[in-house]
Structure formats: C-alpha cells, structure tokens
C-alpha cells in the first residue's frame, strides 16, 4: 500500500482534483489518497496539517497552473513566505518522496490567474515564476503535461504505473541479487577464505 497526497492551488483547479480524486477512488486500497477537500476540525493549523500529511505520505502528487496560492502569515513555518504548495512541495522533496508532478502550459488562459486587486499579488507573482522553473529544473522527477481534467487522469494513471512498476523491478533485482549469493558459492567460498586470513595468527 502507498499513501498519496494531492497538492495544488485549488480555485483554479477544483475540476482537475475531482477528476484526480474519482481515479483515486477506484484503487484506495492500494493508494489511499489525502487531499484537502477530506480534511476536518484537527487541532492543528492547515499549513502544518498539510505539512504533516506530505512527511507521512509515499507518492506525492503535484499540479501547477497559473496561480500561486495562498502565503501562510507564519514566520516560525514560512519564514521565506512561499505558498502552501510550494511549501508542501519543498517538505516532499526533502523527505525523498516519489514526486509526480503535472504543470500546466504557462499562461493557458483556461486557467485563472491570481486576483490581480490582491496586496500580494506581485509577490505572488515572482513566486509562481520562480517556482514552476524550480519544479521543472529538477531532473529527478520531470512534469508532464496536462491541458484537460481526463488527459491529466490519463498521465496521473500512466505515472502511477510506473511507479508501481518500477519498484517491483527494484524488488526484482534486490531479490535475484540475493539468489545469486546463495546459489554462487565461488562468491561465499572467496569471502570464507579471506575471513579465515584475517582471524589466522601471524
């Protein structure tokens, strides 16, 4: 079983979770999926609820369009006054999370923009830009594509098999790595012999 969390601004984006979420409901016994829209009254604030959900997850799933979303006013927690996503994204990262994210061609009018009236917005802004280019300098985990709610279930649905696929081969290889030890005993005699070296007396 892997434990997913589902990240992104969330006006802008609501159709595009719920398709996300509906996909996640055919397989949550094996992917049990977050997401803010299951959240309830904890005694805790969003920002470290979410925080928490990331750290505690397997496979973290990110989507960007053109909104940078909410700044939490916390200087303990968002001392460098980066949006809850971007935040999110930031503790997945250095948790070694698997990291699927989806990014929205830049400036796609379908998708809002942040409120332009808002005091916040050219920081908003800069923030969006600098960091959908950090999401996609990173070469670990590239994003994909997506412009319409079913081609991101499509792409979400193709990664989360690989993923599944991909450790089943690291299982694989761990497994036939360990059966060629047992079974190669030129390997276990060659370490037998420089054991037996080391313990003989001068």
Known sequence: MKK????????????YRN????????????FPLTCMESYTGV??????????????????ILLIANRYGFIPNNDNLNPQKKSITE???????AGKKQVLVFMANEGDR?????NPTETDFEAKKSGLTNFRRKVGEQRTYP???FATPQELVNVVSASIILTLNSGILATKQQLDENFR????RNQQFTEFE???KKKAPP
């Open 4 to 15: 997913v969390y589902l990240s992104s601004t969330f006006r802008d984006l609501e159709s």
């Open 19 to 30: 398709a996300v979420i509906e996909l996640f409901t055919y397989i949550n016994s094996d």
């Open 43 to 60: 005694n805790m604030s969003p920002l470290e609820k979410c925080m928490a959900d990331v750290a505690s997850c397997d496979i973290y």
């Open 87 to 93: 935040l999110e994204f930031d503790t997945a990262m």
């Open 110 to 114: 379908q998708f809002p923009l942040d």
């Open 143 to 145: 994003p994909k594509g």
């Open 181 to 184: 030890y047992c079974c190669n």
């Open 194 to 196: 420089i054991k037996k």
